[in-house]
């Protein structure tokens, strides 16, 4: 009995820790990834401000090919969306809009995964000597408990993983 007693009382510190550690993480997580294409940005923007262009290189479109992705009449920059729905888990259903677009330079999507949260992803074009750095960022909110903010941990190598490959992706169509 004692023994059973200890165990309990071990296991409760240790969840109280856990929770504790938890609620001091970072509720604010971001992801960054870059890569530099062998061209101008007036060449890589129209891959960037199309979500239809979009789903050429991105990482996420070949995991469901049962997906079934809808856009909406905007074909480009403020206002276009895309919503998709697939029934495996790592994909999900949701929705993104781009929120802002600036020629040349920018584009920032919200992302809305549904009972997952809410995100900002944006992607930033620099010139330099005819060549363009893409950087590609994601900001999320990992929510006021400590569970999620358990799961910011794990964001950056998550989400940094399908950035890279997406920005390898971008790179290899942008340069053919």
Excluded: C, H
Aim: net charge negative.
């Amino acid at each position: 009995m004692r023994l059973i007693k200890w165990i309990l009382g071990a296991v409760a510190v240790l969840f109280v820790a856990l929770v504790a550690i938890g609620m001091l993480l970072p509720r604010e997580v971001t992801v960054a990834r870059s890569i530099e294409i062998d061209a101008p940005a007036e060449k890589v923007f129209p891959q960037i401000n199309s979500l239809k262009a979009m789903a050429d290189w991105s990482p996420w479109m070949d995991r469901d090919p049962d997906m079934v992705v809808t856009y909406n009449e905007v074909a480009t920059g403020d206002g276009a969306v895309m919503e998709w729905q697939s029934d495996q888990r790592d994909v999900g259903s949701g929705r993104q809009e781009i929120t802002e677009s600036n020629l040349n330079e920018s584009v920032v999507t919200a992302l809305d995964f549904g009972d997952m949260g809410l995100a900002e992803a944006k992607l930033l074009l620099a010139e330099a000597q005819g060549n363009t750095v893409v950087t590609w960022t994601l900001d999320a909110d990992m929510g006021a408990g400590p569970l999620g903010r358990w799961m910011g941990l794990m964001m950056d190598n998550w989400v940094g993983t399908d950035y890279e490959i997406g920005l390898g992706r971008l790179k290899e169509l942008v340069e053919e």
